[in-house]
């Protein structure tokens, strides 16, 4: 299987030439054979969007953006970041897989960061569920950026089955790590590993670069194997187009040697959060 990954800087507040360039990177991923490629976080709106979500919202069942998504996938299978209208006036921020014409499945970013120099939870509703879903390469759960960072949603795709994660991300880069790329690069790839070892899973993330109101997003987009093993990470700070051969035999590979899955009893986990939710409502 190849894998591509758009790490793009989007045009804040205009998703008409943000779709002309996931069209150019769609064309180009099918010129080099792949058979998914991921874009960003909000790819097809920019990150920094406050008073302009309800402007940019789309409802994936009416919008003629995505009857031309749903077009592209029929040849190859897609990730997008986008501003849903899910009902009247409650607007998310989702990410959408797309394949054979359709939308497989639509995830709705859980944990939306409102501290420092993130805003979302003023303009966004809160995603409900970790689920994982069919797609034609095994069974995938999607995250949206912040989502990543608590490893309990990676447990929950996890418990679900997941032998692929697809993180898309408009993470910032903040901190100098005395290496190449900031502090926070390198805690976002930590994560990689360490979901990617322990779920036996790959992971995939797509970060976005560019500059938005003084933040400028760090790029460093990675793959890692069943095995916590890097395949590919693009650099820091700059658009990158990366294209990468992953062998989904490796799943079963390193499930017969580290039995993870096999062992988990997420029944006890389930029970032992029963108790600790009630002990904090007392």
């Known amino acids: 299987m190849k894998v591509a990954i758009a790490q793009i800087a989007p045009h804040l507040g205009d998703v008409e030439k943000n779709f002309d360039v996931h069209l150019n990177l769609v064309e180009r991923a099918q010129k080099n ?5 991921v874009f960003p976080e909000l790819s097809l709106t920019g990150y920094t969007l406050q008073d302009l979500v309800p402007d940019l919202a789309l409802k994936p069942d009416e919008s003629p953006i995505f009857q ?3 077009q592209l996938s029929e040849d190859i299978s897609l990730v997008v970041g986008f501003v849903e209208e899910r009902e009247q006036g409650l607007f998310f921020n989702s990410a959408a897989y797309l394949s054979d014409g359709k939308i497989l499945h639509i995830h709705r970013k859980v944990f939306l960061p409102t501290y420092g120099m993130f805003e979302e939870l003023k303009f966004f509703g809160q995603g409900k569920n ?4 069919e797609s034609p390469f095994g069974k995938t759960g999607l995250m949206i950026c912040y989502d990543f960072l608590h490893y309990g949603a990676g447990y929950l795709l996890f418990a679900g089955g997941s032998e692929i994660v697809i993180v898309i991300s408009a993470a910032p880069g903040r901190g100098i790590s005395g290496k190449e790329g900031w502090e926070t690069s390198h805690m976002w790839e930590l994560m990689g590993e360490s ?4 779920s036996t899973s790959f992971v995939i993330y797509a970060n976005r670069v560019g500059f938005e109101d003084g933040k400028s997003f760090a790029g460093g987009s990675f ?3 069943p095995g916590g093993r890097l395949l590919a990470k693009a650099s820091y700070g700059d658009e990158e187009f990366m294209v990468t051969d992953i062998d989904l035999d490796e799943i079963r590979t390193f499930r017969k040697k580290w039995p993870y899955k096999r062992d988990e009893k997420p029944e006890i986990v389930l029970e ?3 108790r600790i939710v009630k002990a ?3």
């Not at 054979?33 to 490629?37: F, G, P, S, T």
């Not at 970790?130 to 879903?133: I, M, Q, R, V």
């Open 195 to 198: 979901l990617s070892r322990f």
């Open 223 to 225: 793959i890692y194997n």
């Open 68 to 70: 031309r998504l749903k």
């Open 280 to 282: 904090y409502e007392d």
């Open 272 to 274: 032992a959060l029963k």
């Open 33 to 37: 054979k792949a058979d998914l490629i």
């Open 130 to 133: 970790f689920l994982t879903f």
